[in-house]
C-alpha cells in the first residue's frame, strides 16, 4: 500500500467558536486516535493537543487534536486510492496512521473534520481497499451486462500485507451468475464483510432473454 505523507499542527482551542475560525482560514480540524489504552491514572508526559479519554475500567486512550489544510489532504481524500498516512505532528511526533472517518457537509460536501487512527507494524488493521475486476466474463460474451456492486472490501491484515487493490478474475462469470465475498480468497488477508455480499454480478439484459428464448424455442 502507498504512503502519503502529512503534516499537522497540534492545537489545543476546541469548541465551536474555535473550529468556525480555523475553518475560516482553510484549515480542517482532525483527531488522531491512539491505538494502546494506557493504564489509569496516567503518569506519562502529553504533548501538545493531546488529551486523554477515559475508556472505563481502568483504562484510557490517548487522543491528539490537530489541523491540517485543505490542499494537503487533496490527495488523501478525493482519490479511490487507499493509504497508510504517515503523519507529523512536530514536537517529535511522528506516528503511522489510516484514515478513519471523515466527516462532509450535507449540502456542499466541503470536509469538516477527519479522523485518524494510529497502527503499528505487529498489529493487524481493518481497512477498505478497492476492487479491480480482471479478464472478460464469458455473461458478458453472451450478451449479458457486468455489474460491480462493491467497488471496495474491507480486510483485516498486518499493514505490510494490504494490497493497493483486490484483483478478481472474472473470466469464468457465467450469465445470471454472481461472486460472493465468501467464494474470494487472498494471502494474507482476512475478508471482513458478510459472506453472502454480492461483489459482482453479470445481470440479464432484454437482448440476452431474447436470446435465450430463442434458443430454448429451437
Do not use: W
Not at 4 to 13: D, I, K, M, V, Y
Not at 81 to 101: G, H, R, S, T
Request: proline residues 4%; contains cysteine; charged residues 25%.
Amino acid at each position: 500500500m502507498k504512503t502519503f505523507q502529512l503534516e499537522g499542527t497540534p492545537r489545543a482551542e476546541v469548541g465551536k467558536k474555535a473550529v468556525k475560525a480555523i475553518r475560516k482560514e482553510g484549515k480542517i480540524p482532525a483527531v488522531l486516535y491512539g491505538s494502546e489504552p494506557v493504564a489509569l491514572p496516567y503518569t506519562g508526559t502529553l504533548n501538545a493537543g493531546d488529551k486523554l479519554v477515559d475508556l472505563g475500567d481502568n483504562k484510557g486512550v490517548i487522543v491528539t487534536d490537530f489541523l491540517v489544510t485543505i490542499e494537503s489532504v487533496r490527495g488523501l481524500i478525493y482519490t479511490p486510492e487507499v493509504f497508510l498516512v504517515e503523519l507529523d505532528l512536530k514536537d517529535n511526533k511522528k506516528v503511522m496512521a489510516i484514515v478513519k472517518d471523515i466527516q462532509f457537509h450535507p449540502v456542499t460536501d466541503a470536509i469538516l473534520h477527519i479522523d485518524f487512527q494510529e497502527i503499528f507494524a505487529e498489529k493487524p488493521i481493518v481497512i477498505e481497499v478497492p476492487v479491480a475486476l480482471t479478464g472478460h466474463a464469458e455473461g458478458v460474451k453472451s450478451g449479458g451486462k457486468l455489474s460491480l456492486e462493491m467497488r471496495k472490501l474491507k480486510v483485516k491484515a498486518l499493514y505490510k500485507d494490504v494490497p493497493e487493490k483486490l484483483n478478481i478474475d472474472i473470466t469464468n462469470l457465467g450469465l445470471g451468475k454472481t461472486i460472493q465475498v465468501g467464494s474470494l480468497h487472498f494471502d494474507n488477508l482476512e475478508l471482513v464483510n458478510a459472506k453472502n455480499a454480492v461483489v459482482c454480478a453479470v445481470k440479464l439484459t432484454r437482448a440476452a432473454r431474447g436470446a435465450m428464448a430463442a434458443n430454448a424455442n429451437k
